[in-house]
């Protein structure tokens, strides 16, 4: 189990068990099905990717077509223990997509923490990525995926960054494989995104996203407010 604070509660990813009550913590994609009365329980369900296996055997023919053309181009891929400018490269795509801010605070350097950068030889950076390790479960969750093709106009160009984001998650499958890491977690299956997702194959796995029914009720309103 790993934890990610928000603004209100903080969430727990991977939770073996569910307690009676809790007032400080949410707790997502568990594989416990049923919590007690005081959660709103929500199915989510996520692809992964078994790295000890064959896992690239299960690439789309055009995925790997891409790879090709990348291999060719000579991308550079950098792997720092931090990226401070991750947020600002994510933002563009909070404000495209209306998802919620990342907090600063999540974004450290940490031992479980693995950030990758992919470069074109004249292009420059066109991809970042942050996941993070839970060691217990043997999984790693696929956290931030930032990307520069919002900052080109350019077809060709917007090709290219949509080539490197998905050659970068290739890499990282590779180098967190050799860290012993037993699944790739690609976080959900929600469209369209999930449409990028299928390509890489994987396996459908259902777990179960807890909330406590204050906090979720809260929201609801919230969002009834705001609409009106």
Not at 29 to 46: G, N
Not at 86 to 112: D, F, R
Not at 181 to 203: A, C, R
Request: charged share 25%; glycine share 4%; with cysteine.
């Amino acid at each position: 189990m790993f934890e990610l604070k928000g603004k209100y509660l903080t969430s727990r990813f991977y939770a073996r068990s569910i307690p009676l009550v809790s007032l400080r913590y949410r707790y997502d994609m568990s594989r416990v099905e049923k919590s007690s009365f005081w959660y709103k329980t929500t199915p989510f369900p996520t692809r992964l990717i078994d790295l000890q296996s064959d896992f690239q055997e299960e690439y789309s023919k055009g995925l790997q077509y891409y790879f090709r053309k990348a291999e060719e181009i000579g991308f550079q891929i950098k792997r720092p223990e931090y990226l401070p400018d991750l947020i600002n490269m994510y933002q563009p795509i909070i404000e495209s997509k209306n998802l919620n801010p990342v907090l600063g605070h999540t974004l450290k350097k940490q031992s479980n923490y693995y950030y990758s950068a992919i470069y074109h030889p004249q292009m420059g950076r066109l991809a970042a990525h942050l996941n993070i390790g839970d060691w217990e479960e043997r999984k790693v969750f696929a956290y931030l995926n930032a990307s520069a093709f919002r900052s080109f106009s350019d077809k060709k160009d917007q090709q290219w960054c949509s080539t490197a984001n998905k050659y970068l998650y290739h890499q990282d499958m590779i180098h967190l494989k050799s860290e012993g890491y037993q699944y790739f977690d690609f976080v959900g299956t929600k469209e369209p995104v999930n449409q990028m997702k299928k390509q890489y194959g994987g396996d459908i796995v259902m777990t179960y996203t807890h909330v406590p029914y204050p906090v979720y009720l809260l929201k609801k309103w919230r969002k009834l407010v705001w609409s009106r």
